[in-house]
């Protein structure tokens, strides 16, 4: 089956508009002989004459009627699709984002977020879902909007990213721990028990090699899968937590946090997207409302 060929549709709705080939063909800037033969593939297409001489003119025929008003419509909506999108009315918006963030992101920059959101879109509402791993498929289905995290070898090779701030580990403990007072050294940090966050059930980690290059290890009594629980069992007990600084700043209120006395590796934290949202008016404003919350 060969494909109509929709220019066709523009054409007619001049000619039935117009009444006149030489008309519709200075309004098309075409020339008389052109809408001629475009009226002639028309009559063809549509197995009806469409426009038939009455005296010095042309008259519609009924079945010229009848499509007179669906093909101005068609023809208009056309138009409306292919044309850029109109300008972001913030206060009119009305849309759900989903952000599928770490741990402890909502409870360190999602009060600002939400604030900024509702002063600028109050139409606008925030789903976030945990991560518990950095698998791209959420973003290619589109069940997830955008994301925040460290970009690994697991993110999909078209996923668009842009860097939201540094972060590096320290260590934190409850208010009166003996780490509380005078100088964290290696021996003293290693000889603390320790709360391990790992979503890969792993048993060490980064600064568990830090320590071994010291010839140091240090006692790991729980592992937890999330930082807000680290500090949380931290907060009440003798544990020790080793988290992100700026990624857990409000979840560490009340506690004391100190340099690692080890050296471990800076990190950078991003927002990462599907290409496919890349123009979309309502989803650029949203990453430059989260790159604006972070950079505070």
Request: positive net charge; hydrophobic residues 45%; aromatic residues 4%.
């Amino acid at each position: 089956m060969s494909a109509p060929d929709f220019n066709l549709l523009a054409v007619l709705d001049v000619l039935l508009a117009e009444g006149s080939v030489a008309r519709a063909a200075q309004r098309l800037r075409l020339s008389p002989s052109a809408m001629s033969r475009a009226l002639a593939r028309l009559r063809e297409t549509t197995g009806d004459p469409l426009l038939v001489r009455a005296g010095r003119g042309l008259v519609p025929t009924p079945r010229a009627l009848e499509l007179r008003e669906r093909v101005g419509r068609l023809v208009d909506e056309a138009r409306a699709v292919l044309r850029p999108a109109e300008a972001l009315d913030l206060k009119r918006l009305a849309r759900t984002f989903t952000l599928r963030t770490s741990d402890g992101f909502v409870e360190n920059f999602g009060p600002a977020l939400i604030a900024r959101l509702r002063d600028d879109a109050p139409g606008v509402r925030l789903r976030f879902v945990q991560k518990f791993n950095k698998e791209s498929t959420a973003l290619r289905d589109g069940t997830v909007d955008l994301e925040t995290g460290v970009v690994g070898d697991a993110t999909g090779p078209e996923v668009r990213t842009r860097a939201l701030f540094r972060d590096r580990f320290v260590g934190v403990v409850r208010k009166g721990h003996r780490l509380a007072r005078g100088a964290v050294t290696p021996a003293r940090y290693a000889a603390g028990a320790h709360v391990l966050v790992s979503r890969r059930n792993a048993g060490t980690g980064p600064v568990d090699d830090a320590l071994q290059a010291l010839g140091l290890a240090r006692e790991i009594v729980t592992i937890v899968g999330g930082f807000a629980a680290a500090l949380a069992l931290a907060r009440a007990s003798d544990l020790v937590a080793t988290v992100p600084e700026r990624h857990t700043g409000n979840l560490r209120a009340g506690m004391h946090s100190f340099a690692l006395p080890v050296t471990t590796r800076p990190f950078t934290v991003s927002m990462l997207w599907h290409p496919r949202m890349d123009a979309d008016a309502a989803h650029r404003w949203l990453r430059e409302c989260v790159r604006e919350v972070c950079a505070q």
